[in-house]
């Protein structure tokens, strides 16, 4: 990064940039939520790597984790927050921008 604060990439969100956090990020803005097994199939992460991630974007408020039980196994549903969803619209727009200009 620049230390003027005007390289083109400036802007990019490191929370969502990882490759990992992107792909989750990606999966929940296109569904109302996701269970935990659903994103590691979808993935392909282990499911501490997906833990791990999960708990970097619920600390940066980008998602919102519910944890219950369905009979007797534990189950988590992830839901992207409003300022996740809106982290990822900004994220996805200047990318846009930033590749279109190199044309």
Do not use: C
Not at 11 to 30: F, G, K, N
Not at 54 to 63: A, C, I, P, R
Not at 68 to 91: C, H, N, Q, V
């Amino acid at each position: 990064m620049s230390k003027a604060g005007n390289a083109p990439t400036d802007w990019i969100d490191p929370l969502i940039h990882a490759p990992a956090r992107l792909q989750i990020v990606m999966q929940l803005y296109v569904l109302e939520g996701a269970d935990a097994t659903f994103l590691q199939t979808r993935t392909g992460l282990t499911w501490g790597n997906l833990s791990s991630h999960l708990n970097k974007l619920e600390k940066g408020g980008y998602v919102a984790i519910e944890k219950s039980f369905r009979g007797k196994k534990p189950w988590t549903m992830i839901r992207l927050t409003k300022d996740g969803r809106a982290a990822f619209e900004d994220y996805r727009k200047r990318m846009q921008e930033t590749l279109a200009d190199l044309s």
